[in-house]
């Protein structure tokens, strides 16, 4: 059963850094594209960043030059580096693994980054 789960949200000061962590498992076949997804209630979940097996990456505009997405492949764990945090970045952060060979997204439930002074 594959299982994603998100750490590292909490509540931090504007100009802040935050670290969000991902772990996934359950594959036999491994998780080709991770990436993280933030909702704000009563709008759409959009695109924070996404990151290939190759290390190719992919930002939002709002976050390009501020967070770092990063990977592990032999740990299946992906990190979001999170810098010069605006309020504006105030969502709940969720992580997705995507199941190599037979496909599928799967997705944790989700952690809250809370930017606030």
């Known amino acids: 059963q594959v299982q994603v789960v998100e750490s590292g949200g909490g509540l931090v000061q504007p100009g802040g850094s935050l670290r969000l962590s991902c772990a996934a498992s359950?594959?036999?076949?491994?998780?080709?594209?991770r990436g993280w997804y933030r909702q704000v209630p009563g709008k759409q979940r959009e695109l924070v960043a996404s990151?290939?097996?190759?290390?190719?990456?992919n930002y939002a505009d709002s976050v390009k030059g501020r967070f770092t997405i990063t990977r592990d492949n032999a740990k299946d764990k992906v990190s979001l580096q999170m810098s010069s945090l605006k309020p504006e970045d105030t969502a709940v952060y969720s992580c997705?693994?995507?199941?190599?060979?037979?496909?599928?997204?799967?997705w944790g439930k989700g952690t809250l980054v809370t930017v606030s002074s």
């Open positions: 997705h693994a995507d199941r190599s060979i037979v496909g599928g997204r799967y």
């Open positions: 359950g594959s036999i076949f491994g998780f080709n594209a």
């Open positions: 990151i290939t097996t190759g290390d190719n990456t």
